[in-house]
């Protein structure tokens, strides 16, 4: 079946403009996260949704950063006035969440990515 | 505080064997994941951890000690392909997010 998918693909956009990443998670996951990656780091939690609700926003890095989720399946990241220490690569992933068991039900399955340069 | 640490880089040669460590001090610790991340790629799941010991998946095993917070990532007969960054993730808190260690980069030589 279709795994996680992430448009775009590549972002460019100048500072202080405002970005939006979309995210389709695997069909029937209920889990979603958002992480972000820096060149050459590990990857930071930014937020959690089960369902359309988000419990968990501690990662946000700061106020311009939101994200909803509609239909329990697609999500939307905003940055908005983007700041050059925003370049980075932005992941979603999806788990099956409370409705899975075992290692079926916590195993996150990533997307491809969106690559945000911000000049 | 919420950390951890695995090797920046390793070496290794098509055939052989390599063991990549990972230590971790997360709060609300519900188990440790490792993926595989090619260059420019997104991480694909490699194996989940829960109890302690060694759990087996073809080349690849991983081992777990909750006690120690400890674990490792055990690569047999390497090959190029095996050439990318390992993951170390312990899945914590209520929400089972994912704290990831900065991963360590394998390249595998002939």
């Known amino acids: 079946g279709a795994g996680v998918s992430q448009s775009p693909s590549n972002k460019v956009t100048e500072k202080g403009k405002d970005v939006e990443l979309r995210c389709d998670p695997i069909?029937?996951?209920?889990?979603l996260y958002w992480y972000r990656q820096r060149l050459g780091q590990g990857l930071e939690f930014l937020i959690y949704f089960q369902g359309n609700s988000a419990p968990d926003k501690s990662g946000l890095p700061s106020d311009r950063f939101s994200a909803e989720r509609t239909g329990e399946s697609v999500s939307t990241l905003t940055i908005q006035r983007t700041q050059q220490e925003d370049s980075a690569v932005y992941l979603c992933?999806?788990?099956?969440?409370?409705?899975?068991?075992?290692?079926?039900?916590?195993?996150?399955?990533f997307g491809p990515g969106t690559r945000l340069l911000v000049l | 505080g919420q950390n951890i640490d695995q090797p920046t880089e390793m070496t290794a040669t098509e055939g052989a064997i390599v063991q990549i460590n990972c230590t971790y001090q997360?709060?609300?610790?519900?188990?440790l994941f490792w993926y595989q991340q090619h260059a420019g790629e997104a991480p694909t799941f490699l194996s989940y951890?829960?109890?302690?010991g060694l759990e087996e998946k073809g080349r690849f095993s991983s081992f777990l000690s909750r006690s120690k917070g400890y674990s490792y990532l055990l690569l047999k007969e390497l090959q190029m392909k095996d050439s990318a960054s390992y993951l170390c993730?312990?899945?914590?808190?209520?929400?089972?997010?994912?704290?990831f260690g900065a991963g360590t980069r394998l390249a595998v030589h002939p």
């Open positions: 069909s029937g996951h209920t889990a």
């Open positions: 951890n829960v109890l302690d």
């Open positions: 993730a312990a899945l914590s808190g209520g929400y089972n997010k994912l704290i």
């Open positions: 997360t709060s609300g610790f519900n188990g």
């Open positions: 992933a999806s788990s099956l969440g409370p409705s899975g068991s075992g290692v079926h039900q916590e195993t996150q399955y």
